[in-house]
């Protein structure tokens, strides 16, 4: 059974797909009225799911009239995505930083499952026992000598 985090983040995702401009507006109370759920579980949802290593850019404006902004942002070729990637790297990556890109790089059709779950498994805290900060630099060389391969074989 799919939680409610998942839930929001699969309507938000509909909605964004179905809409006709390149962003959505959503008042956080009235999606939370939706779900019957707190607004807060809706900031958590916003915060997780919605990241720019996930492929999204978040705005949002506080107030009555207030609103949250969603944009997905689209690269036109798979390789524009790699790019992208590989220069968030550069100080090193986190578990979950590691996770959205790899979900992005899913989400964007650049990598197959199989091949997210064979790179999730590379990169997680259990098989680099390493201390911090130096895990997260040696997970981010890793993400970019896989990105630099997938690169490589997108353009051949």
Do not use: W
């Not at 498994?121 to 630099?137: G, M, N, Q």
Request: charged letters at 30%; aromatic letters at 6%; one cysteine or more.
């Amino acid at each position: 059974m799919r939680n409610i985090s998942d839930v929001i983040e699969g309507y938000l995702k509909e909605v964004i797909e179905l809409s006709e401009r390149d962003h959505i507006e959503i008042k956080r109370n009235e999606v939370a009225e939706k779900f019957q759920c707190v607004p807060s579980q809706i900031n958590y949802v916003i915060n997780t799911r919605f990241t720019v290593d996930r492929g999204y850019l978040v705005e949002s404006k506080r107030g009555g009239g207030g609103y949250i902004r969603i944009k997905r942002i689209r690269m036109h070729q798979k390789s524009d995505v790699i790019s992208d990637i590989i220069g968030r790297l550069e100080n090193g990556a986190t578990q979950s930083m590691a996770e959205d890109i790899v979900f992005r790089l899913l989400d964007e059709d650049v990598v197959s499952k199989r091949e997210a779950k064979l790179i999730l498994s590379a990169i997680d805290r259990s098989t680099l026992l390493l201390p911090l900060p130096v895990r997260d630099e040696v997970r981010a060389r890793i993400l970019i000598a896989m990105l630099f391969t997938l690169k490589y074989q997108s353009n051949t």
